[in-house]
């Protein structure tokens, strides 16, 4: 079965810092995939999404996230982070039957 | 972690018919749960908002008549899609939250409504 693993539970980072979160599935078919973020009170926003093309995909925000079909995995990162990237982040996998599975989500915590 | 589950998983009706969507957390008690709705190759985009015990709140563009949502209890949603037409074919996602919690959402695995 379809299964999207992130592996961090919680982050902490204080501003400024890079910020990588994992993100891997468990499909050997073509997989759309998508990084979701949730703002404290707030619903699901989509930061970015990969197809096709070029395995690195660049975002809303400065986030990108680079797909490595080898490792089955789509991470996200950002060069600096600020304090307004405090959320919920979600790793989403869509398979070709569209069923999406999402990820448990991580939690980022950036402190000023 | 907090589970929720959705039931049917998957679902095919006819056109003119009702069909009914069960949205449940499944170990913790859910204020608020969300329903979204996916096409393909799309985000996920935010359908209604319920809170149990009160009506739902509706996104601009969603017909209330048409996608009936009750949240009677703390552990289940429930979304009728009334009268389907084949454009209501999609991918429901629910989500819930937790109470005294702005972190604790959980998602559904979703359903795929197919409406001939």
């Known amino acids: 079965a379809q299964s999207v693993s992130q592996h961090n539970h919680h982050v902490i980072l204080s501003e400024a810092a890079s910020l990588e979160l994992g993100c891997n599935y468990s499909?050997?078919?073509?997989?759309?995939l998508f990084w979701y973020v949730q703002y404290p009170g707030q619903h699901l926003q989509l930061l970015l999404k990969?197809?096709?093309?070029?395995?690195l995909v660049k975002g809303i925000k400065g986030f990108e996230a680079e797909f490595i079909k080898s490792k089955f995995s789509f991470n996200l990162r950002k060069p600096s982070v600020q304090w307004s990237d405090t959320a919920e982040y979600f790793c989403a996998v869509n398979a070709l039957d569209n069923d999406m599975r999402f990820g448990a989500g991580t939690r980022l915590t950036v402190k000023p | 972690g907090a589970v929720v589950s959705q039931h049917p998983s998957r679902v095919i009706c006819k056109s003119g018919t009702s069909v009914k969507i069960e949205c449940r957390s499944l170990d913790f008690q859910a204020t608020t749960m969300f329903w979204y709705r996916q096409f393909p190759k799309q985000s996920l985009m935010l359908m209604a908002t319920s809170n149990e015990g009160s009506k739902a709140t509706y996104e601009q563009g969603v017909e209330k008549d048409k996608f009936l949502i009750n949240h009677a209890s703390l552990t289940l949603s429930t979304l009728t899609v009334t009268s389907a037409h084949p454009e209501d074919s999609s991918f429901y996602i629910c989500?819930?939250?937790?109470?005294?919690?702005?972190?604790?959402?959980?998602f559904g695995p979703g359903t795929r409504l197919t409406v001939t």
């Open positions: 990969y197809f096709s093309g070029d395995p």
């Open positions: 499909y050997g078919g073509t997989v759309n």
């Open positions: 989500s819930a939250r937790a109470a005294g919690g702005l972190r604790e959402q959980y």
